[in-house]
């Protein structure tokens, strides 16, 4: 297989605010890349908004809308093409203004806006069928979209975010209009977490997903993606991204070292993941996102805090890496 080089590193976007959670897509002629930014950090605040930015050439960005969600912290947005739509979904926690640490899961609403030309947008519209549920990363298979949502076992109620780890689902979500959902398999009966989805040509559904602080797991299913089987990796891996680059699968996300996190870009080789690359990163950071340009040079979004705040507090910035393969 090719060999992949990160060829460039850039600061793309840095307003002062903390601005995290990153993810990238083309919708028609198009590139999009979507973050979230807010003025007090990465924790939950009401003063939280959605970005997306317009790019025709991946070098010169424009702002195309924000959003917020009244007395929700919005965060982790993703991008979906489906049904001639472009969608940017966030999860969404429900913030007590008295009191920010009393929360509960339960509490969770998955919210989309969306454009039909990536001009002018609609919402924020609440997705019917995701309370309860921390929505993440989205794929569509043909007339099928699916996302992964997270929640509590049986929904218990655990004041203050005190729910074990391993009480935590995390489950495939499945809908065909891109608004309404219902639970079709879980991914994960236990350490749900974050989890970035990849179909393949034989019907396969691919997914990797963080575990809490334990090792990743690898997990597949195959249609209709109701029996799930999990491999562990032999790492950790936050804000998993899981992509195909022609012949290559790849997966990034934030990796631990003994002098902090960082963000990492690896191959997937059947069960093994093989190095790539380490980002200009630290402090807090991650949450990849990406797009190819064409068979030989792809575009990596993450944030980090390394040349700003160096903590989930702000400044964190928004940055383009550019990868070749050779």
């Known amino acids: 297989m090719p060999s992949i080089r990160v060829s460039s590193v850039r600061q793309l976007f840095n307003d002062g605010n903390h601005n995290a959670f990153t993810d990238l897509c083309r919708f028609r002629d198009r590139l999009y890349l979507t973050f979230r930014s807010c003025p007090e ?5 009401t003063s939280s908004r959605i970005v997306v930015m ?6 010169d960005w424009q702002q195309v809308h924000s959003f917020n969600v009244a007395n929700r912290d919005v965060r982790d947005p993703h991008l979906l093409v489906f049904n001639d739509n472009l969608f ?3 999860g969404a926690w429900w913030v007590n203004s008295e009191d920010s640490a009393d929360r509960d899961v339960n509490d969770h609403l998955g919210f989309c806006a969306w454009s039909e030309d990536g001009a002018n947008w609609h919402g924020p519209r609440m997705l019917d069928g995701t309370h309860g549920h921390y929505i993440w990363r989205a794929a569509a298979n043909g007339d099928t979209a699916y996302l992964n949502g997270r929640r509590i ?5 655990l004041a203050r975010r005190d729910e074990p780890p391993e009480w935590m689902e995390s489950w495939l979500l499945q809908g065909g209009d891109g608004f309404a959902w219902t639970p079709l398999s879980q991914i994960q009966p ?7 989805l990849l ?3 034989d019907d396969t559904l691919l997914a990797v997903a963080r575990a809490g602080g334990r090792p990743a797991q690898l997990c597949r299913s195959r249609a209709p993606f109701k029996d799930w089987t999990r491999t562990d990796l032999d790492r950790h891996i936050g804000g998993p991204l899981l992509t195909r680059w022609g012949e290559q699968i790849l997966v990034g996300g934030r990796k631990h070292t003994d002098d902090g996190p960082v963000t990492a870009l690896y191959e997937l080789v059947g069960s093994d993941l093989h190095d790539i ?8 950071n991650s949450y990849p996102g990406f797009v190819a340009l064409g068979p030989e040079r792809a575009l990596l979004s993450y944030y980090s805090s390394h040349e700003g705040s160096g903590s989930g507090l702000a400044p964190s910035a928004i940055y383009l890496a550019t990868l070749e393969k050779h």
């Open 54 to 59: 317009s790019s025709l050439d991946g070098t």
């Open 88 to 90: 940017v979904y966030t």
């Open 277 to 284: 690359a380490v980002l200009p990163s630290g402090g807090d």
């Open 199 to 201: 179909f393949e040509d």
């Open 153 to 157: 076992r049986n929904f218990e109620v």
């Open 41 to 45: 950090g990465h924790m939950l605040f």
């Open 190 to 196: 236990a350490y749900g977490d974050e989890t970035a």
